[in-house]
Structures are given as C-alpha cells and as structure tokens.
C-alpha cells in the first residue's frame, strides 16, 4: 500500500524554464511534508518542507504547495538550472502525533534539467 | 559541523552472514533513525532510537536490530542476511521534537551475495 506516490518517474525540462514536481498521499493523518533531493552515491538532502496547516512555503527558487482537499502536494522550482537534475523524494510524516521520525517517501522523480 | 556520518560505504557479504552498520548523528541530535533504500524505490523506516531506546518501528523482522549509545551514536544490525537485503541503508538524525528537519547520511551500500 503506497501512501505516498509519485506518478511521474521522470521529467526532463530545459533550464531557467519552471519544473513542477508532484505528489500524492492517501493517508488523511500526514501532517507534514517533506522534499528532498537525492544525487547518485550521496544521501538525500532537505529541500524544503511544509506543514498541513500552511498551503504554500517558499524559499528561494523552491516552492512547495499543499492542496489538504485533493491531498496533493506541488514542487516548484524557478528557475530550472541543470544542477538541480536529481531523484526528487517526497516524504510525509505524522507530526503532530510525535511521530514525524517516521518518513513515508515516494518512490521519487528523476529530474533531467537540460542546458 | 560534521553532518550525519555513515560507516562502511560499502561492502559485500555472504547470505546467511552478519552486518553492522554504523551512524554518527549530526551535532546537537539526539534522535536516529534508520532506513532501507532499493534500488528504484524510495526510502523505507526501519526504526527511530532516542535515548537508547527503540521508539517506533517499520514493517521490518526481527532480523533487523540497532542500538543507540550514550553519545547518540547508533548501530544497525541485520542477521540471517537474505539477497533482498541488498540496499542502501541510510542513518538519519534530528533533535526531538515536532517539526524539526531531517537530515540523512550518505549510506552505507550493502550488497549481498
């Protein structure tokens, strides 16, 4: 049972154009979520997060949108520059319940951002 | 400022063998936990340490055992080990409490032969 899905294995998208990364839970109890990006042979690495009772977070070139009634969250990221190719998790966790060690992540996108 | 560290990078062993796995948490984090990646799948929890104590845990058997240390060092430990144990294991630590990020080591790449 996958609570946290990405449908989208990759994405290729030319550089300085915007990349718009998606994810979808199934468990209406995830009250934060996560994006990290993951490069070949290295961990992966917080990107930015966002808390159920926000709809929007952003941070530099990243921003993540939370739709709660579609349970559907968004990663933006403007613009595109090729260093930014990398898997790209999606993680939530039950946060409020103390419980936001427990990371459920999606299978991840592969980004291709193309100079 | 050392982030979460990670030992071995890499290694090969025998099923049925016995694996160790070690973490160094960030500075300042009291909280580890563990997680096994395959190959083309996201990361799973295995199981949260703090304060020497296992605190909550995946759909992982037995077979799987850690350790938490005084220092907040941890041990992973995988028994009996099966050809599908063949993953990147990632340590990951955060101080506790809610909301605070986590941050992941680089792995340590376990291959079973």
């Known amino acids: 049972d996958q609570q946290v899905k990405q449908n989208s294995p990759s994405l290729s998208v030319q550089e300085g154009r915007i990349s718009i990364l998606n994810c979808d839970y199934t468990n209406s109890m995830f009250d934060y979520f996560l994006w990290y990006k993951k490069y070949p042979a290295e961990g992966p690495t917080f990107l930015i997060s966002i808390s159920s009772i926000k709809d929007k977070n952003e941070d530099g070139r990243f921003t993540v949108f939370l739709n709660k009634s579609a349970k559907h969250l968004s990663l933006h990221i403007v613009p595109s520059q090729p260093g930014d190719s990398a898997v790209y998790f999606c993680?939530?966790?039950?946060?409020?319940?103390?419980?936001?060690?427990?990371?459920?992540f999606g299978k991840g996108t592969l980004l291709t951002v193309n100079p | 400022d050392a982030g979460v560290t990670q030992s071995p990078t890499h290694l090969i062993k025998t099923r049925g063998q016995q694996v160790t796995l070690r973490c160094s948490p960030k500075s300042g984090h009291d909280t580890v936990s563990w997680y096994q990646q395959a190959l083309g799948q996201g990361p799973q929890f295995i199981f949260q340490?703090?304060?020497?104590?296992?605190?909550q845990r995946g759909n992982f058997p037995d077979r799987f055992s850690g350790h938490q240390y005084p220092n907040y060092s941890s041990e992973l430990n995988v028994n009996a080990l099966l050809l599908g144990d063949s993953a990147l294991y990632l340590c990951?630590?955060?101080?506790?409490?809610?909301?605070?990020?986590?941050?992941f080591g680089e792995g340590s790449w376990l291959t079973v032969v």
């Open positions: 993680a939530a966790s039950l946060n409020s319940g103390g419980s936001n060690y427990k990371l459920t």
């Open positions: 340490y703090y304060e020497e104590e296992e605190r």
């Open positions: 990951a630590s955060s101080p506790r409490g809610p909301g605070n990020t986590i941050y």
